[in-house]
């Protein structure tokens, strides 16, 4: 598979999952016009593409300079995917869209969407332990276009949602959502399995 298409697979797969970044795209979509929500996404977007690039290329440095930390981040986020996934597959069948924040600020939904991304434990762990444990399985030539995929699916995921949900507000069946938590779920699931095979490869 290409390196882009597995960077935009797991990017997938972990930024579908419900957690406070993606109810501030989706409540921002219910709540705004169009055009509106459209630049708030592209604010959650941008925040969300400086995280994973400080967080995937610095944890890529010191993973690929220690053998024993490459390790230790495969078998802990490993161990973290496992149990997320689990988390996503549990959710699945308690998704709730939030409140409506139509009145917000644009300065203030700015602040928010950097708030939602940079304190988020979820995007945190995503960014630095995930994808900096893959970073780990990659050759040098490999990264660019591997964070190329990650980022690439960012932006079609959530300028999607918020055209999706924009055109079809609250007719959107939650069954849609339930569905694509169960997915990634499964396919996180599977990435920490993986991982934690892998450091018991580089172990034995
Ligand atoms: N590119 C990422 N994986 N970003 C973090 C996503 C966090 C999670 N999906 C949420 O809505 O809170």
Redesign the pocket.
């Known amino acids: 598979m290409s390196v882009v298409l597995r960077g935009m697979l797991i ?1 997938f797969a ?10 501030f795209v989706f409540n921002s979509a219910m709540g705004n016009r169009m055009r509106r929500a459209l630049l708030i996404c592209t604010f959650v977007w941008v925040a ?1 593409t400086s995280l ?1 690039t400080v967080a995937f290329l610095g944890m890529g440095a010191l993973v690929s300079r220690y053998l024993w930390l490459k390790i230790l981040i495969m078998l802990l986020g490993g161990v973290i995917v496992v149990w997320m996934g689990f988390g996503v597959l549990r959710s699945a069948s308690q998704i709730e869209l939030g409140k409506n924040d139509s009145q917000m600020p644009l300065k203030d939904a700015f602040a928010s969407a950097w708030i ?2 940079f304190a ?1 434990p ?2 945190i762990i ?2 630095g332990v995930t994808m900096g444990a893959l970073r780990g399985t990659l050759t040098n030539d490999q990264v660019l276009p591997f964070l190329g995929g ?1 980022i690439l699916a ?1 932006a079609i995921w959530f300028f999607a949602i918020t055209l999706i949900i924009g055109i079809l507000k609250n007719r959107l069946p939650k069954r849609i959502l339930m569905w694509i938590n169960i997915i990634s779920g499964v396919i996180v699931l599977g990435y920490g399995v993986l991982l934690i095979i892998n450091a018991f490869r580089l172990i034995f």
């Open positions: 990017s972990l930024v579908s999952s419900i957690g406070m970044q993606n109810l969300d994973t939602v991304t988020n979820q995007a995503d960014t990650i960012t």
